[in-house]
């Protein structure tokens, strides 16, 4: 009978300590995970993602501006008889429709883009620095859930006498929810890309130069 106790005992014992040690290596794995092993792949899934829609956004621009897209096809320049400009005007019809059209196309190319994942050498993923870029890749999925927007901006820059570079930019920003196993956030980019340009012969007012009432002109658009 007292030996039967003593095993029962020892028994109860044995099981006290395996689940102790059970919950202390489940405590260190979730504290390794939540601490280490998150941030590297949030790091990495916001370097993957601001590369996608840095991506998406050049490539949108470059489809619909290709050989469509030009200085005089978007601004109108008058000119006084001396040769100065007395005018630059937007052609807010063109210009919406440049806006339009890439901002629904940087949405499309970016819904493309998630479904192909991200991948990170499991190495990199242990948070362990002396393992990172090793081992095989491992994928994830993401779900870039978001919206793009975008608006014009112009410069000015002085190339001698009496000439000077208009250049037309348009900044578009993506709002981009990003869903991935175990977490979520929200991720903002804004990419700049070229539009059109063009050597302006004469003076420019300094309205045009000196302040942003040309860059408000190109984004008054319906």
């Known amino acids: ?16 300590r395996v689940s102790a040690f059970l919950l202390v290596l489940a405590v260190g794995i979730w504290a390794h995970v939540h601490f280490n092993v998150r941030p590297v792949l949030r790091r990495i899934s916001e370097e993957e993602v601001r590369a996608m829609a840095a991506t998406a956004v050049n ?58 994942g991200i991948h990170v050498p499991w190495g990199t993923l242990t948070g362990l620095a002396f393992l990172s870029g090793k081992g095989s890749a491992v994928s994830f999925n993401i ?8 608006k014009f901006t112009s410069g000015f820059q002085s190339m001698g006498i009496n000439q000077t570079r208009h250049q037309i930019y348009m900044d578009v920003s993506t709002g981009i929810q ?20 063009a050597i302006i012969v004469g003076k420019v007012p300094d309205t045009y130069l000196q302040s942003s009432s040309l860059d408000e002109m190109l984004n008054l658009i319906p």
């Open 178 to 197: 990003v869903i991935i196993p175990g977490m979520s956030f929200e991720l903002v980019t804004v990419t700049q890309v070229p539009i059109a340009e």
């Open 59 to 116: 490539e949108a621009a470059l489809k619909i501006m290709s050989g469509e897209v030009d200085y005089n096809s978007i601004l109108e320049v008058e000119k006084n008889s001396a040769g100065d400009v007395v005018l630059i005007q937007a052609k807010p019809v063109e210009l919406n429709a440049i806006a339009r059209n890439v901002t629904l196309l940087t949405q499309n190319y970016l819904t493309q883009m998630g479904q192909q």
């Open 143 to 150: 779900l870039p859930m978001g919206s793009a927007n975008s």
């Open 1 to 16: 009978m007292g030996k039967c106790v003593r095993r029962r005992g020892r028994k109860k014992k044995l099981i006290v």
